[in-house]
């Protein structure tokens, strides 16, 4: 099987790589293959027993079982016991002789030796004896489980997992069971997304899963646990959540929790790349300050902790096609433009005697940013298509300030206050070109149009969440107050030079030289109120009241240049608008829940009033609408055993449309795209469910999850755009009923360990389907897309010297459309991939991470395929303090972005700047002194 997934690997580049590129990848996969198979040939055994209460007699459900090499104690394999008690170890090994142990809370933990003689063991009854406060105390310290169960926290036990010397917490989290962390170092657990990072309970660096996990080292954590991630009205009541993601908590080491750690990194390169980078942590107990900056030109975050990788642009950055998602923050070179960024931020945590706690961050943060792209679109008409290529270039300096606090008044064990504000200053001058042209289906040139744009812009942002949590008693009853607000003030300036030639019959061309004044501003408070009534034991019934208001004025004044006094002061009444919004809703609730060990159900309803108010006082008009609509919100888990449970949501909610929906005038940034505002808009009404279930089994280490979410929305605002002969398109809003999404999948996972190594896979297959409608000169279209994705992804480790991840992954995209004039669309997408890291010899790291992309259906002119591979050598210096880094990245020098972008009414090709080859020299720098006594300290 595992030749099979590497041979699904080696067919796509076969057929499209040269030859001369394609043997050596071939030989590489099948070297490969043939590690794997022969690292699994140990002897495989199978022991298997019960595990039972010694005075009572019954079962103990969720024991922790595992066995340890008897000559140096390493972690061999482990397992839980079921309801019945019953457990089944399976482990490959060449050990003759094991050690078993049972850990179970407030029970003596069990020790036995274990001959592996036959491939099947059966081991009579183990009953445990409870333990006395002084056993606990030293099983404790003798003992540690590598995995424990405490109702809804699995928590494992850092040192049970080996990992190379200097491994990071994202490398000892890989080796957890269930874990998965992919190439942007996005977490998941059983299939489930870790969306909280906390460190000793407390957010680190603003919940930055990255930030944590790859600059804490492995060997100053003591535990890992995850949980249901909760809010902190659930934490403070006991309420169960309703939330599917996951929080990790890492817990240091109480001999490690005093002291310092950080690192710091400087390199330069060829094509004047550089990056530089510095963080610093401080603990005392409670108490943690950090700090970190950083400056690049590599769009990297720069603060990656990551031996070989972290100068490679988030892990080397990628060829990247988008297929309509867009682009999204840094990509590392795979992304939109060449960014110059400068990051520089604080973060303080501290926990007084009085329980008041503290946490405060501040980030800088500036990005220079310049991009060109090319861009053909095919545009869809009832009776036809027409066809615009455009080139644009821009260039982006951004400044943003940002400030949060959150600050913890434990007024007793039954009071809670919690008030947490922030604050935002951005500030930005942006300029853009853009040349663009119309053809029709045979080529003639129907219009040209060039525009240049220029924008100073400031934006205020201040919020503040406030959360009054009083319980009563101790059956659950509670009454909460949660009240957030926030305020956004955001004024530009704005210059825009245009002109447009229309050609045909009637040739003419039209100029504009503009400024617009903006300023708009928007408040937003709502408020929450909750009571908590217990009914019987495990239920009770939820009373709730919901507030919300969003006021939004725009005020955008358009003046054009005045030849006569050289001057920005004709007022254009036309194309200003001042417009008022006012969005309020009332959401009185009623609702039954029920907490049990196993099933937890809750049903909410109520009625939604929403009244949206609109008035524009240039313009002179105002409309008013109100709305009544049923709210729901429902849940259902239930957990079926040990690693296996279902998850069931239904909700309704609404959407207002934004300002620049609803105001009234055209926008003429674009002589070729006109929008202008419908003041007559509903507000949106959307149906969400939501389904998963997700087995994970300790006995094979394997993990199936399958999944599916579906939202049904009326009343959806959505383009309604009507083309002139001269193929000018101006574009205003309207709502529409029955758009629908639609995404699932299913992915299986397994780990097969022989003593030091191990191979992990997964194979996944997804699916994503949406149904959309559009207008096109008055006539209303449907448009059905598809997009069907299998993967395969394998990691092989080979005692912490070479590690090796080979992953496929191919897209099937169709696109279907209610026009009979239109022809549907297919085109599909490959993404190979390669990872390896090498760990010997000693002192030497060695990096290459190759990825090949090809796409069909791509126009003519764009690049469909490209190897992309990225190469880095690090070696330990000064007794391990120091790393000398030498990188090349994108070596074949055939990095590009070229993306398809499909929607309802167009079909687009797309090309724009991105990084290209460079080699990087670099040098980092790591301290560490923990422990508060000069005997622990230890650099590393």
Known sequence: MIIFYVCLCVEPIHHQLKSKMTKPFIVILVLIASIFTSSLCAQEFEITGKIIDKTAKTPLESATVYIESIKDSTLITYTISDRKGNYELSTRTKLKEVNLFV????????????????????????????????LDA??????????????????????????????????????????????????????????????????????????????????IVDKIQVMAT?????????????????????????????????????????????????????FNENQRISVLASKNNINSS??????????????????????????GGLRGGGGQ??????????????????????????????????????????????????????????????????????????????????????????????????????????????????????????????????????????????????????FINNVSDNFLNTTNEIFGTTPSTETRDQLTDTESKQNQISADIEYRIPLKEKLFLDLNYRFANRRERNDRRVFDFDNTTNQYDAFNQTLSSDLKVNFQTHTPKIGINYEGEKLYLSF??????????????????????????ISINSYMRYSIKQGMSVYVN??????????????????????????????????????????????????????????????????????????????????????????????????????????????????????????????????????????????????????????????????????QYSLENLENETFQNHNVGLKTTTFWPKKIVFGNDLRYTYRTNVAPGFERSALFWNMSLGIKILNDKGTIKLTAYDLLDQNINTRRSVTADYIQDSQSTVLQRYFMLGFTYKLSKVGGKKSNIEYF
Not at 114 to 132: C, H, M, N
Not at 259 to 281: K, L, P
Not at 302 to 327: A, L
């Open 103 to 134: 850990t179970f809370n407030g029970f003596q933990t069990y020790k036995q030796k274990v001959t592996l003689d036959t491939s099947v063991i059966r081991l009579p009854d183990i009953g445990l004896e409870l333990a006395s406060n002084e």
């Open 138 to 219: 030293v099983q404790i310290v003798a003992i540690r489980a590598p995995i424990t169960v405490k109702k809804d926290t699995l928590e494992f036990n850092a040192d049970s997992f080996k990992t190379r010397p200097d491994a990071t917490v994202q490398d000892l989290i890989k080796q957890l069971p269930g874990v998965e962390v992919d190439s942007d170092g996005k977490i998941t657990v059983n299939g489930k997304e870790v969306n909280k990072i906390l460190v000793n309970g407390k957010p680190f660096f603003g919940n930055d899963p990255n930030i944590a996990t790859k600059n804490l080292t492995k060997d």
């Open 230 to 282: 909760k809010s902190e009205s659930e934490e403070f009541t006991g309420k169960q959540g309703t939330s599917e993601e996951q929080t990790i908590n890492i817990e240091l080491k109480k001999d490690q929790n005093k002291g310092f750690f950080g690192r710091a990194t400087v390199s330069g390169g060829t094509d004047e790349r550089y990056a530089m980078s510095g963080i610093g942590n401080y």
């Open 302 to 327: 720069g603060f990656s902790y990551d031996e070989i990788y972290d100068m490679m642009g988030n892990s080397g950055g990628n060829v990247y096609f988008g297929d309509g998602q867009g682009f």
């Open 337 to 486: 433009g060449i960014t110059t960024s400068s990051n520089a931020g604080a973060s303080f945590v501290d926990e007084f005697k009085d329980k008041t706690e503290i946490l405060a961050d501040y980030f800088f943060s500036r990005s220079d940013s310049e991009n060109e792209s090319r861009v053909e679109r095919e545009n869809i008409l009832p009776d036809g298509s027409f066809f615009t290529n455009s080139t644009s270039t821009s260039m982006n300096v951004n400044d943003s300030h940002r400030a949060t606090s959150e600050l913890q008044f434990k007024i007793d064990s039954t009071f809670k206050i919690i008030v947490a504000p922030s604050f935002r200053y951005t500030e930005g001058e942006n300029f853009s070109s853009r040349n663009e042209e119309s053809l029709d289906d045979e080529g003639t040139l129907l219009n040209r149009g060039d525009s240049q744009n220029s924008t100073d812009s400031e934006r205020r942002n201040f919020a503040n969440n406030i959360d009054v949590i009083k319980k009563f008693g101790s059956k659950g009853s509670y009454i909460s107050l949660g009240i957030n607000n926030s």
């Open 604 to 629: 909410n309803t109520g009625l939604l009033f929403s009244e949206l108010k609109n008035e524009e006082l240039i313009q002179n008009t105002s409309v008013t609408s109100s709305f009544s609509d």
């Open 650 to 815: 239904y909700n309704t909610n609404t959407q207002s449309p934004s300002a620049q929906q609803l105001q009234p005038v055209a926008n003429v940034s674009n002589p070729l795209n006109i929008v202008v505002g419908n003041p007559n808009l509903n507000r949106e009404f959307n149906q969400s469910m939501y389904l998963n279930f997700n087995n994970y089994d300790f006995k094979s280490k394997s993990g199936f999850f399958a999944w599916f979410s579906a939202t049904l929305t009326n009343d959806k605002i959505v383009p309604f755009s009507t083309t002139d002969e001269n193929r000018i398109r101006t574009t205003t809003y309207t709502n529409v009923d029955g758009v629908f999404r639609g995404n699932g999948g299913v992915s299986y996972s397994k780990t097969i360990k022989r003593d030091s190594s191990s191979v992990r896979f997964r194979v996944g297959l997804y699916n994503n389907y949406t149904k959309e409608f559009n207008f096109s000169n008055s006539v209303k279209f449907s448009t059905k897309q598809n997009r069907l994705t299998p993967s395969v992804r394998m990691t092989y480790n080979y005692r912490e010297l070479l590690e090796i991840e080979p992953r496929y992954s191919m897209s099937f995209n169709t696109i």
